[in-house]
Structures are given as structure tokens and as C-alpha cells.
């Protein structure tokens, strides 16, 4: 069965510093990887999605996620993080096939930013 | 945005008592979502649509049911609400292109509160 695990439940960085969410796969298939986030009281707002092709993504707001098959990886990145960014994070695979996109989702990480 | 909306945004209701939560949409997507969202769970599929009266069971479907009678609405009710009901409740929805996976859209959420 197909399975997120996000093993950080909670990160805290300092404005400026580089990111790295982690995020771990489980799927027989190439997966359909997506990272979405969360402000507080918001709905879900998508970052990136990789589907295939080059295995660097690139999202908005400056995220990048790498696909890396043999780790079952796909880990968002930022090179230098904004006060803005504090927010939860969740990482989710297409699951089904193309015929419902149903997703799983992660259990999330949530990211506060230091001054 | 993707036009999502919900209702009600919150609600406080007592343990036995029926509650709908409705999602409506203005993007004529196929597909359409609820999900709750319980802390350390991250988001998990309660039920699904994938057309007008067309709908299947998510991973936690216990104690809820669905309908879906327009392109537009996707109802979720709680026949008898209990306390573990208490819960952020998510729509989402998506489209098609091609039979390949497409992202979800988020609604802004329902609080729900089961005393």
C-alpha cells in the first residue's frame, strides 16, 4: 500500500538559513509527488508536483523538491528562508491511478522561523 | 484560487445530533474530496466523487455519508455526530487532463466541534 512518512514533526530554522523537509515514499509505481502547505487557519496551497521528467522541481515562493528514486525520496528545499515560510508542510502521492487522483497525504512538518 | 467554498466555516453541534457540511464549487471539476485533518494524522480521505452521483469510500468513512446530486455540491453528513468527530474538515477537488494526474484544490476548511 502506498505510504508518506515525513519524519520531522516540527523544525525550527532562523530567517535566512537554509531548508530541508523530508519526505519519504512508498509506492510500486512512479509515484505523482506533491508538496503542499498550510497557514495557520488555511486551507491546503499546492507548492510543487512531480510527475516525471527532470527529477529537480521547481515551485513557488522559491521551493525546489528533488525526486530521488533509489532514496524514495522527494525533500523540499529552500535556500533561504523567509519569517513568511513558518507554516506546516505536507508531502502527498497520487495513489489509485489517474482514474480518481486520490492523494496520501504525509503527517506534515510544521516549520516555525526564528528572527 | 480555485472557486471553493465551504459551509458552514465553523460549527459547534451536540453528541447525536445529524450535521451536513457542504462544498460547493465553481470550477465544474470531475473530482471532489473531504478529508479531515486531526493533529498527527495530517489529512486523511473520509470520502470521494468522481462525478455526479458517483461517490466511494475514503480510509475513514465510519459514521459519515455523501452526496453528490450536482457538478457543484459535494455533501458530507454525519448522521449521529460524536466527540471523534471533532475535526477540521477539508474539501478539495480536481480536475482531468488526459487520464494523468492533476493537484487538488483546497477549500478553506469547516471547524467542527462535537461536545
Known amino acids: 500500500a502506498q505510504s508518506v512518512t515525513q519524519p520531522d514533526i516540527h523544525i525550527t530554522v532562523s530567517e535566512g538559513a537554509s531548508l530541508e523537509l523530508r519526505c519519504n515514499y512508498s509506492?510500486?509505481?512512479?509515484?505523482?509527488l506533491f508538496w503542499y502547505v498550510q497557514s495557520p487557519g488555511q486551507g491546503l496551497q499546492l507548492l510543487l508536483k512531480?510527475?516525471?521528467?527532470?527529477?529537480l522541481v521547481q515551485g513557488i515562493k522559491g521551493f525546489e523538491a528533488e525526486f530521488k528514486r533509489s532514496q524514495s525520496s522527494f525533500n523540499l528545499r529552500k535556500p533561504s528562508v523567509h519569517w513568511s515560510d513558518a507554516a506546516e508542510y505536507f508531502c502527498?502521492?497520487?495513489?489509485?491511478?489517474?482514474?480518481?487522483?486520490?492523494?496520501?497525504f504525509g503527517t506534515g512538518t510544521l516549520l516555525a522561523v526564528q528572527p | 484560487d480555485a472557486g471553493i467554498t465551504q459551509s458552514p466555516r465553523h460549527k459547534v453541534t451536540e453528541t447525536g445530533t445529524p450535521v451536513t457540511l457542504r462544498c460547493h464549487q465553481t470550477?465544474?471539476?470531475?473530482?471532489m474530496y473531504w478529508y479531515r485533518q486531526d493533529p498527527g494524522h495530517g489529512l486523511r480521505l473520509i470520502h470521494y466523487?468522481?462525478?455526479?452521483?458517483?461517490?466511494d469510500k475514503g480510509e475513514v468513512s465510519d459514521g459519515y455519508s455523501v452526496s453528490r446530486s450536482k457538478t457543484e455540491d459535494f455533501l458530507l453528513t454525519l448522521e449521529s455526530a460524536t466527540s471523534s468527530q471533532t475535526s477540521v474538515y477539508f474539501c478539495?477537488?480536481?480536475?482531468?487532463?488526459?487520464?494523468?494526474?492533476?493537484?487538488?484544490?483546497f477549500g478553506p476548511g469547516t471547524r467542527l466541534t462535537v461536545l
Open positions: 478539495a477537488i480536481s480536475g482531468t487532463s488526459g487520464g494523468s494526474y492533476n493537484e487538488q484544490f
Open positions: 509506492y510500486g509505481a512512479t509515484p505523482y
Open positions: 512531480y510527475f516525471s521528467g527532470d527529477t
Open positions: 502527498a502521492v497520487g495513489a489509485g491511478g489517474g482514474a480518481t487522483n486520490k492523494l496520501i
Open positions: 470550477e465544474n471539476h470531475r473530482y
Open positions: 466523487s468522481y462525478g455526479v452521483k458517483d461517490t
